[in-house]
Nanobody, 124 residues
């Protein structure tokens, strides 16, 4: 049974930090590139960051560069998103997803597996 389980979300003040985790099971985690997406209320889901299956290649969208860092631990089948200097506009549900091809990472339909998400709220 394939599972992606996100955790680590919550309420944080602007300028604060959170570390999201996504624990994977039931599939060949090391074979997949892993991404974090987010979806704010009333908006489309958008890609935040992707990490290659070996943890060497990384891609972050411009709006989070210098603030967010994606990482993974293949021994633990877990992908992380360290979020610093959080802003109210980062408020969203955050999802992790698994994609086989690096070039397919931008399109949600190309993802084989998804988690159910964890809510991040940035507010004073």
């Amino acid at each position: 049974q394939v599972q992606l389980v996100e955790s680590g979300g919550g309420l944080v003040q602007p300028g604060g930090s959170l570390r999201l985790s996504c624990a994977a099971s039931g599939f060949a985690f090391k074979s997949y590139h892993m991404s974090w997406f987010r979806q704010a209320a009333g908006k489309e889901r958008e890609l935040v960051a992707t990490i290659g299956n070996y943890g060497i290649s990384m891609s972050h969208v411009d709006s989070v560069k210098g603030r967010f860092t994606i990482s993974r631990d293949n021994a633990k089948s877990t992908v992380y998103l360290q979020m610093n200097s959080l802003k109210p506009e980062d408020t969203a549900m955050y999802y992790c997803g698994a994609v086989m091809r690096w070039s397919d990472r931008w399109t949600q339909n190309n993802y084989d597996y998804w988690g159910l998400g964890t809510q991040v709220t940035v507010s004073s």
